[in-house]
């Protein structure tokens, strides 16, 4: 019976609730991305990342889906807080929220051919708010990475902790492979697929909190 009382806590429900939208984050991020990435015309999944889809006119979705995205992972970074004594891994996540914010707001710069009637290639002369837009969101990836070594510290022994450190590994590579791949189809690929994986295991990490909470 005092497990049940615990659990059900105005404080354990805040807590589950800020978890919850851990779950959620990745999910809509990917599916709004996914939708706009099959309908804008001229957009390359296997060229484009999904960054340039804030351009053109229609980029104000991506814009609000990475501030809307980067919100709710910064609701998860407290309730993470509250579920775990792990500060940094929180803190951590919340500055990965944070990047996601500062992408959507300072948008990206048209490139590679996208939108329609870009020069194929990078920009020549790249814009303040484009500029910030890389900053900003490379410190959000390396924050990601840093929290997925910390965290692991904090999760159960065996496949949480290896699994947790494979993905910090794997966005790591992601990141540096698309940093300097120069618009490869092969590092893009690479890299869409890294923050699919690390989107996933936001959302298992925060639902295995929340069923602990």
């Known amino acids: 019976m005092t497990t049940i009382a615990a659990e059900c806590t105005p404080a354990s429900r805040i807590t589950?609730?800020?978890?919850?939208?851990?779950?959620?984050a990745g999910p809509f991020y990917i599916?709004?991305?996914?939708?706009?990435?099959?309908?804008?015309t001229g957009f390359d999944l296997s060229r484009h990342e999904w960054s340039l889809?804030?351009?053109?006119?229609r980029g104000w979705i991506q814009s609000a889906n990475l501030i809307i995205t980067g919100l709710m992972v910064i609701a998860c970074a407290i309730g993470v807080g509250r579920a775990i004594p792990s500060k940094w891994g929180a803190r951590l996540l919340a500055v990965y929220g944070l990047g996601a914010v500062g992408a959507g707001f300072f948008t990206a710069d048209p490139m590679l051919g996208f939108p329609a009637g870009t020069p194929d290639g990078?920009?020549?002369?790249?814009?303040?708010?484009?500029t910030l837009h890389i900053v900003t969101a490379g410190i959000g990836f390396l924050a990601m990475i840093a929290a997925c070594f910390v965290l692991a510290r904090?999760?159960?022994?065996?496949a949480w902790r290896i699994a947790t450190r494979t993905v910090?590994?794997?966005?790591?590579?992601?990141?540096?492979?698309?940093?300097?791949?120069g618009g490869s189809a092969a590092l893009n690929i690479a890299f869409t697929l890294a923050i699919v994986i690390v989107w996933t295991w936001l959302a298992l990490v925060a639902r295995h909190l929340y069923k602990n909470a």
């Open 122 to 130: 990078p920009p020549v002369a790249p814009s303040l708010h484009g």
């Open 31 to 40: 599916v709004v991305s996914l939708a706009q990435a099959f309908t804008r």
């Open 16 to 24: 589950r609730s800020l978890l919850g939208y851990g779950v959620l």
């Open 168 to 181: 910090g590994v794997l966005f790591l590579a992601g990141f540096a492979g698309v940093a300097s791949g």
């Open 53 to 57: 889809l804030e351009t053109g006119p």
């Open 154 to 158: 904090h999760l159960p022994a065996g």
